[in-house]
DNA sequence: CATGAATGAGGTTTCATTCAT
DNA sequence: GATGAATGAAACCTCATTCAT
């Protein structure tokens, strides 16, 4: 039934009906109130899709990492991979929320938060200033989202998408004076 | 009466109702639409009025620079100024557009896609290659973004966005390996 | 400023609004109101107008007939004149203001049935019974209005308007056992 | 749900409220849009209604006839029945649409011609010219819809309005020179 | 006399949600 | 569990009318 995210996908969460959303999963309407309290709770379960899917990955990369470069690198990393899973679920949750409802633009700042946290701690430990992590942390977070607010629109390849997170992790890592590991390399090799 | 800015700031497009813009400008419904033609207008005219300011910034500091180095760095604080001039009004446009309406959403990437562009020509005028030049306009301008986004939930002051765009600064010219020739402090001297 | 008469024959009554008479009449909103004490008031005003034309060249008729049959045609006749004169003004009562407004309605009902009864009276003094007198001025009238209908519609000549009168007419007269006194020629002779 | 023609037959199509008609049908505002996409499109189905169930008499009662003449006697009392049917539809339809709506008129417009064509052709097959057809199937139709105009806001029998229509067959068929066959009294023994 | 900005009641329409079947 | 007809609150917008200038 999570066929929803199609219709908030192309519509937006306010231009999409549950009459849409029901047609589109063949069901009736009293059907989606089976599996949903109301249309905010759907966008919400599809919001805390998305993000438990990547926050999963993230938990799981820095349990493997042995150094605070290793575990930057690897968030980073698991990010990318999360994102580039499904591409109308990235949509909805980046570019469909946020100005949809107080809700759902506070829980994408929380998340968003959350993220750059990683990043922050990581680059504490890594020696940086609490000012430059902190906004270090928002600024690559930002950096992010954008581009893959840019590959969502655009139909570009996942291909297309690692090489620009690659290039943003080049540049933060050089900013930040930090050795640059590759994380990324090892990551794909294992797959 | 652009005072409606204070209502779509606090409730976002669709929460805000004509009757709640209207008690907020001591006006009728009727008088909102002498100067408006629909909400969507209004809101539309909102993002007009900021992206204008900015971009007008944005022209006028790059009609002063001599060097591709020196307009990137010109145009980079002339969006800092443009963003912190109103609280309100980037809160709005920057945040409670987004996922409101298709048009707003268009108009918003468009506008995104324009402040990035100035960012792209002058890092291929500085040297880096189409695909660096690319990802990194993109990729400051979400980072860019990002910290306004912080700032604007936070209420801090515009002295500390400004110490974030230096940082932001900072790295991305790092990262693209400019030397950075500190634009930003000579307009507040001049200022 | 008649020629609200313009609008209403153009758009009907509901879609007349007062802003498109006046930019119509080149004069200001509140000027409208100097003349007229509504939008309802001024519709009524061109009826009147109309009616007021028609019935004042029925009266004029009828008193220069000396016979029943003189004053049914010549009444009959008066009613041409006064429908073709203006156009636009016929078009706005005949054909705009039926299913507009109550009072409209009931207006236009009470001229209706006011020339259907000089028909009636007419008739009665020609010897036809109650009952053919009163269907028969109905009928007649009606007959008369749907001409005028497709004429005004049609945008025909006033010639052909006459020619379709003509007919009716002499169907009617004949339907009624009256010999035709032709009393439009004379009419055109004296023109 | 049909019962919206009451409250259009009582206030006439603007003065009509989609409330009006909800709280007379004892239904919820969003049940009337289930069934009708606007309250015009619900006013165009009961012109339809009223004008189809017209157009399947004339049509019947053509294929039975004979002669051009039978038709044309038939098709006139198959509107009689078809309009005295239902007073209110009738009044609703052939009273208050004509100056609501440009839409409205232009479909009533439309089907008193057609109706005028049939009587236009039956005539023409008849030997009249064809300028006479042509003006004497326009004044029937008025002629007829005009005592259904008086009969619908008098509230007389149906009786009444069968002699109307007999008396103003009458007339035309005189009018027109033809031998009346009196088709309406086999109608009226057949039931 | 003339103006036209301001008014605000009231209309149509949408759509998330419910609940009897 | 599944259905979908019914609900009705609430939103946007129009436009005849007023009145201070």
Redesign the pocket.
Known sequence: MQAAQRVFSQHGY??????AIVESAN????????YFA???DCFLALMDKLYGNIMEKILTARRHAESPAEKLGRSFWAVVEGLSRDTELTSVVLVRAAGANALFEERLWRVRDAFAQFIVDDLRECGLSANQARIGGHACVGALAEVVGVWVRSDQSDQELAEAFEEIERIFWVGWGLTQLRYRNQDQDGK
């Open positions: 306010h231009q999409a009906t549950i009459r069901c009736a309407t009293g059907t989606f109130y089976l109301s249309k905010e």
